[in-house]
């Protein structure tokens, strides 16, 4: 008992008051119960039909920002953005042409990643509306957390949601994947989180919100089945759990694409499903896999004696980087992404680092599914990066 009144009396500290408590205080949630050996998704539906993802992949697949652009020249009433770092000089001045134009565009943004909008408001005159988020955190090295979110909503009707910031440079050189949809279920499951956000409450402060549960949703259409699920999880009620749970649950093989792996547990699952003989392919970034917290950098070798592992990191990628263009020879370019398919059959990717702060701290979504058709598409990209690297 406690530890409950001094958990809440910290949460509560931290900014998160009374009159916040009952943001999800809405009849058709799920009430949680962490008693439970397992929860149950806040919303759970059949859909008629499945749902219509365009996907894009920078690098050798179709230009997330082309389409990007083609939608907002046709926004007629708002643009809403949730990201964690924005630095496009270019597409900053569209919005600000469609704010000219009386269309409401907000962006919200971590204050951590504000050294961009910072400068730029204070020197120009624009309509665009910024929200800085966590602003009690000044710089990254002392943030508890982060709003990571990448999504854009375009007249409450197209949705955008993967791993791609909206800097300048992701887009031509760092592997990354961005879903594009009409669907009003998944735009409706992701505003149950983002909702949140817009009464400016991000990270672990959402734990002391009523109900809270980072199992968004889950969706079945006959034998396909979607699940979003989010950050902060809480002790083993948690997309890095569930994770885990996909891991030790797999039976013939793991392709794992990772910007940034630190997570020891999610590293010892692989471990475990190395000694169980599954064909395992990890790609990584070699800038984030040579940092001191990185999971990789002290245990490739416990990898070694398996014949089943392949362990490739990202360095051929810096052939594709135009260091004319980006005008910094130290430049390295991210593998930003944060997916596995599990058996060939299961389709895991997220927004968040493979960290504790990426699964316990930050605001991120994870979609898990089986939908052949996504499953299609991430497969073939993965052997694309594979071949590149290899």
Same mark, same amino acid.
């Given at each position: 008992?406690?530890?409950?009144?001094?958990?809440? &009396?910290?949460?509560?500290?931290?900014?998160?008051? &009374?009159?916040?408590?009952?943001?999800?205080?809405?009849?058709? !949630?799920?009430?949680?119960?962490? /008693?439970?050996?397992?929860?149950?998704?806040?919303?759970?539906?059949?859909?008629?039909?499945?749902?219509?993802?365009?996907?894009?992949?920078?690098? $050798?697949?179709?230009?997330?920002?082309?389409?990007?652009?083609?939608? !907002?020249?046709? #926004?007629?009433?708002?643009?809403?953005?949730?990201?964690?770092?924005?630095?496009? *000089?270019?597409?900053?001045?569209?919005?600000?042409?469609? &704010?000219?134009?009386?269309?409401?565009?907000?962006?919200?943004?971590?204050?951590?990643?504000?050294?961009?909008?910072? =400068?730029?408001?204070?020197?120009?005159?624009?309509?665009?509306?910024?929200?800085?988020?966590?602003?009690?955190?000044?710089?990254?090295?002392?943030?508890?957390?982060?709003?990571?979110?990448?999504?854009?909503?375009?007249? @409450?009707?197209?949705?955008?949601?993967?791993?791609?910031?909206?800097?300048?440079?992701?887009?031509? +050189?760092? *592997? $990354?994947?961005?879903?594009?949809?009409?669907?009003? /279920?998944?735009?409706?499951?992701?505003?149950?989180?983002?909702?949140?956000?817009?009464?400016?409450?991000? $990270?672990?402060?959402?734990? #002391?919100?009523?109900?809270?549960? =980072?199992?968004?949703?889950?969706?079945?259409?006959?034998?396909? +089945?979607?699940?979003?699920?989010?950050? *902060?999880?809480?002790?083993?009620?948690?997309?890095?759990?569930? !994770?885990?749970?996909?891991?030790?649950?797999?039976?013939?093989?793991?392709?794992?694409?990772?910007?940034?792996?630190?997570?020891?547990?999610?590293?010892?699952?692989?471990?475990? &499903?190395?000694?169980?003989?599954?064909?395992?392919?990890?790609?990584?970034?070699?800038?984030?896999?040579?940092?001191?917290?990185? #999971?990789?950098?002290?245990?490739?070798?416990?990898?070694?004696? +398996?014949?089943?592992?392949?362990?490739?990191?990202?360095?051929?990628?810096?052939?594709?980087?135009?260091?004319?263009?980006?005008?910094? *020879?130290?430049? /390295?370019?991210?593998?930003? +992404?944060?997916?596995?398919?599990?058996?060939?059959?299961?389709?895991?990717?997220?927004? @968040?680092?493979?960290?504790?702060?990426?699964?316990?701290?930050?605001?991120?979504? #994870?979609?898990?599914?089986?939908?052949?058709?996504?499953?299609?598409?991430?497969?073939?990209?993965?052997?694309?990066?594979?071949?590149?690297?290899?």
């Amino acid at each position: 008992m406690l530890r409950t009144f001094l958990i809440l &009396a910290l949460l509560f500290a931290l900014g998160v008051g &009374a009159s916040n408590s009952n943001l999800l205080n809405v009849s058709d !949630l799920q009430s949680v119960n962490y /008693n439970e050996e397992k929860i149950k998704p806040i919303s759970h539906k059949t859909l008629e039909e499945l749902i219509d993802f365009d996907v894009f992949f920078n690098i $050798g697949g179709k230009s997330f920002y082309n389409s990007l652009l083609s939608d !907002l020249d046709s #926004a007629t009433h708002s643009v809403e953005i949730f990201v964690y770092s924005f630095n496009d *000089p270019g597409l900053f001045f569209e919005l600000h042409k469609l &704010a000219e134009k009386g269309i409401d565009v907000k962006i919200y943004t971590d204050n951590v990643k504000q050294t961009f909008f910072g =400068p730029v408001l204070a020197k120009f005159d624009t309509k665009v509306q910024v929200e800085f988020l966590n602003t009690q955190f000044k710089n990254l090295e002392y943030a508890a957390y982060s709003m990571h979110h990448k999504v854009v909503i375009i007249d @409450n009707k197209i949705t955008y949601w993967g791993s791609n910031n909206l800097t300048w440079f992701q887009d031509d +050189f760092d *592997p $990354g994947f961005m879903l594009r949809t009409l669907d009003k /279920n998944f735009l409706d499951v992701l505003n149950i989180d983002l909702d949140i956000i817009r009464h400016g409450i991000s $990270g672990y402060k959402k734990l #002391a919100l009523k109900n809270y549960n =980072p199992f968004v949703a889950k969706f079945d259409s006959g034998n396909t +089945f979607y699940e979003l699920w989010r950050s *902060p999880g809480y002790k083993q009620f948690s997309m890095r759990d569930k !994770l885990i749970e996909l891991i030790n649950n797999s039976t013939n093989s793991i392709d794992l694409m990772a910007w940034y792996l630190t997570d020891r547990d999610v590293l010892h699952s692989l471990l475990d &499903a190395a000694e169980r003989g599954l064909a395992i392919r990890i790609l990584l970034d070699d800038f984030a896999s040579k940092t001191d917290d990185s #999971a990789i950098k002290y245990n490739t070798t416990l990898f070694d004696k +398996f014949s089943n592992v392949e362990i490739i990191f990202d360095s051929k990628n810096q052939d594709l980087v135009d260091f004319d263009q980006v005008g910094d *020879p130290n430049f /390295n370019s991210f593998l930003h +992404f944060h997916t596995l398919i599990i058996d060939s059959n299961i389709l895991f990717t997220a927004s @968040n680092n493979f960290s504790r702060r990426g699964f316990f701290f930050n605001d991120e979504f #994870a979609l898990i599914t089986n939908e052949q058709s996504l499953l299609n598409e991430f497969s073939q990209y993965f052997e694309l990066l594979y071949k590149r690297l290899h």
